[in-house]
């Protein structure tokens, strides 16, 4: 094992059964709370690679894995709670993430898949915005009139 920055490698001989806990963690708790079954129940740990960690000291340790067919990330933490990389500093920020969110930007195949199940109309891009799938995002206020000002928004 090494470590470069906030990240850790492991070697090949440093790679065991326990590295792998987080990721059977994140796909059990997943299923368990029902996010797009006909999905989940094709995740395997087994189709996934260890890329590195992540120290965040206080907060959680986060480990990534990368999908071998769709080479896309999840990072999740000791317990399966998926996180998402925004940008932010110099090598971005860890934000919790929704279970739904950390299955869905696995595999873009899992879209087309829904849309061929459900139908071409149904609205599958709120995904992007945090919500839950089949609720449409709240739509933002208009700006308000007259001068324009700096608004921090929260």
């Known amino acids: 094992m090494r470590r470069e920055g906030r990240y850790v490698l492991w070697d090949e001989e ?14 059990a708790r997943a299923k ?3 996010v797009a079954p006909w999905a989940v129940f094709e995740l395997d740990y087994r189709d996934f690679m260890l890329m590195n960690g992540v120290e965040r000291r206080p907060r959680p340790f986060l ?20 996180y998402r990389l925004v ?15 950390g299955v869905w930007q696995l595999d873009p195949i899992f879209i087309r898949e ?7 109309g149904q609205e599958l891009e709120c ?4 919500t839950r799938w089949g609720e449409q995002p709240t739509p933002a206020a ?9 608004q921090i928004v929260r």
Do not use: M
């Open 32 to 34: 368990d709370n029902g």
């Open 63 to 82: 480990y990534v894995y990368k999908h071998v067919d769709s080479r896309r990330h999840v990072c999740v933490d000791e317990e399966g709670t998926p």
């Open 142 to 150: 208009p700006p308000p009139a007259g001068p324009r000002h700096l």
């Open 114 to 120: 829904a849309r061929r199940q459900f139908g071409e």
């Open 14 to 27: 440093d790679v065991d059964d326990r590295l792998w806990l987080p990721l059977i963690r994140f796909i």
């Open 127 to 130: 995904l992007d915005d945090d």
């Open 87 to 101: 940008g932010g500093g110099t090598d971005g920020r860890y934000l919790v993430s929704l279970f739904t969110r």
